[in-house]
C-alpha cells in the first residue's frame, strides 16, 4: 500500500506519489534538516524479503554513490541495512525518454545530444568499474531544463575489486548463469550471460538511439522469444529509411553500435560521445560548478596524456605528439609551471580522476583531451579544470583536417594561456606559436619518431631513427627532426648498436644542421653538448654548449642532466649534483633522471648512498635495467657480491642491450667466480661474430678477474672504438684496481682526461 502524505522517514516526510513499479514506489520528499525536495526510492515491504532484489536495490544505491557526474542521477541517502528500505535522490522534474518518445518522435539532433550526455554518463561509469546493463528509454531521464540523467542502476555489473568494496554480493550480480536485462535491448552476449564490458552498454545505448531517431524499436517481436532470435539474427533496417534527412554516416555509426559482435562495436562511450556532438554540430558546453577565484592567475597546469579511441588505435602517436608539444610550448614560459611529460605520462592508459591527479602534482589546473581520427578528419575535444574547485574552465571540440594540426595546436595554447590569465613576452609569444615545419607529413614523421623514442627501448629507438629520417625528406629544413635523428644514433651507440666511429660524422652532421636551421633551437645544441661530451671528450665545449641550451629553454630536463654529466666528469661533484637534481625537479618521474641523478655519489665512491639512490629509482622504474646494473655495482664495489649479483642477473634478465652483461661479468671476477667472469667473456666473443660489441665490454670483465694485461689491451682498443665510457674513465670505479700502473695513466693522458680525484659530495 502506498504511503501515505506526511509520512517520515528518518528525516524524510513524504509530499506525494510520482509513480510505481516492480520494485516498489517513488515519492517526492521533503528533507526536514535541509529543507529541500527529494525524491524517496522505497522498495516493497515484500520484496525487501527477496535477497536477491534486496542486493539488487543495495547495488543500485552503491553503485550511484560511487558516480559524481552531471549526466548520473545523484544519490543523497539511503537505509540499506533495516525496512523499510529506501534511496533519497535528487528530485527531477520532466519525463522519461519513454514517455517522450510516446508522444512524440524526437528529432534526429536532438537525440544525438541526448545519446552524447548518456555516453558522457557511461563513460564516468565504466572508468569507475561500472557496467549498467540495462540501459533504455524508460531509464533516461530529460529534465525540464533539458538535462539527462541515467536512471537505475540496480542491475549494474561492478568489476571484481569494485564488487568488494562497495560489498556486493558476487554470487548475485556475477552471476555468468543468469540472464539479466531488458529484452530488446539487451546485447547477444548479454543474453547468452557472457561476460559484459563497456560494448555491452554500446549496444544498449545503439538501440536507444535508433528508438529516438526512428520512433521504432530496433529489435521487436511478437513474444520476448522472437525478440531475442531477432537480436542474434537479424539487423534493424538502417535509420535512414525512416528518418531521409539524417547524415549517411551516422546511420553507419548506429549500426556500428548495434553489431553482434562486441569487438565490433565503439569500446568507449567517452570516444562515442565525441562522434555524436560532431554529427549534431553540438559543442558541449562550459560548466562553471562556482567562482573559486575565477578571476586569480593559476600558475601551474598538467596537461595530462590525450586519450585515443580503440577504434583509432593509430592515432595514438598523434595523442601522445599532441600533448607532449603542448607541454614543451607552455614549459617555455617562465610565469607558468608546467608538469614535466614523463611526470603526467605516467598515468597514461589508467583510469584516471583528472582533479585528483592535479591535487597529488599540486598544480592549479588540469587539461585532458580526447582524439578520434577518421581517415584525414580529426576530432579533438579539449577540457580544461580548475583543480581547487573542479569548475570547468573552457572546454572545445574542433573537427579539422589532419593537415589543421598546427593551427589547433595553437589554438588550445592560446586559449589556456587566457583562461590561466597568464601574463608573457612578445618573444614568449612567438615562441609559443612558433612551428618548425609547415608540412603536416613531415610533423607527423616527427611525432611518430618521438612515440617510439619515449619508449627507451632499442627497438624503439630504431624506429625513431626511420621516423626522424622520414621527416627530414618530406621537410630538409626541419630543424627539431634533425635534433631527434642526432639524439638517436648517439643513442644506439651507447646502447652498443652501432660502432660509435660510423657515426660520430652523421650525428655531427645531424646537430650541425638543426643548428644551422634555427640556432635558436636548444634541444640541438643540447644535443651537440652531448656528443661534445661523450663521444668527442671536449668537456668544456660540452658545458658551453648545454648552458646555451639552457639559456633558450630553462625547463629542459634533459639538458640539465647532460650538464651535471660534464660537470661531474670534470670533477665538479657538488655542481653536477645541483645540476642533477635540477633536473629530477623538473621531470620527477623519468627512469633515465633518477638513475643518473645518483652517478655524481657513485663517482664519489659514497656507496652505502649511491644504493640508497639507485634502489630508491629501481623501485620508481622497476622495468628500467640501468637502475638495477648500477644498483649491482654499488653492492659489489662495497664488497657485497652476492646482493650485487641478484641485481646485476636481474638487470640482465630485463636488459634489451649487451652493455648489461659486462658489470655482470666483473662482480663474478672480483667475487672469484671466474669460471662464470669467463662464460661472459665467450658470449660477447661470440656475439661479436655477428654484431659490433665494444671493447670495453671485455676490459670490464677482464679488470674484474685482475687480467691487468688483457684489460689494457681492450681499454686501448675502447679509445680508438670513441666508445662512450672512456669519458669517465678517470672516475669509473671499474678501473680503480688499473689506476696506478704507468699504462694506464698514460692511457689517460692520451684522451686529455682531467686527473683522478675522488671529491666527496653532500646531499
Known sequence: MPLAPATRLGPYEIVSLIGAGGMGEVYKGRDTRLDRDVAVKVLSEKLGLDVRLLSRFRTEAKAIAALSHPNIVSIYDAELEHAPFFLVTELLEGETVRQAIERSPLGWQRALEIGAAVADGLGAAHAAGIIHRDLKPENIF????????????GLARFKPALEGRCGV?????????AVIGTVGYMAPEQVRAEAVTPATDMFSLGCVLYEMITGHKAFQGPTAASTLATVFNERPRHAREYVHEIPAELDRWIAHCLAKDANDRPQSAHDLALILRDFSGHRKPSRRLGNGGANSRLESLAVLPFLTSPNSPDAEYLADGVS??????LAQLSCLRVVARSTVFRHKGRDIDPIQIGRDLGVSAVLTGRIFQRGEILVIAVELVRVSDGSQLWGQQYKRKLTDIFAIEDEISTEILGRLRVRFTANEQSRLTRHHTANPDAYQSYLRGRHSWNKRTIEGMRQARMHFEQAIEADPGYARAYAGLADCIAMLSIYSEIDPRQVQARVKVAHDMALEIDPGLAEAHASRGFKLLLFDWKFEEAEAALRRALELNSGYASAHQWLGFALGLSMRLQEARAAMRTAQELDPFSASINTTAVWPVYWARLFDEAIEGFRSAAALHPGYWVAHYYLGLSYCHQGNYGQGILALRHAADIGDSIWRFAGLGFVYGRAGQSEQAREV?????EVGQERYVPAI???IVHSGLGDIDEALAYLERAVEERNWEIAWLHVDPFWDSLRSDPR????????????????PVTK
Do not use: C, W
Open 697 to 699: 665490454y671485455s676490459a
Open 169 to 177: 554480493l558476487a554470487s548475485t550480480l556475477s552471476d555468468t548463469t
Open 142 to 153: 530529460v529534465t525540464t531544463r533539458h538535462g539527462v540523467k541515467i536512471l537505475d542502476f
Open 681 to 685: 667473456l665467450a658470449q660477447l666473443h
Open 324 to 329: 607532449e608539444t603542448l607541454i614543451n610550448n
Open 744 to 759: 694506464f695513466q698514460r692511457l689517460q693522458a692520451h684522451v686529455a682526461l682531467p686527473s683522478t680525484v675522488h671529491m
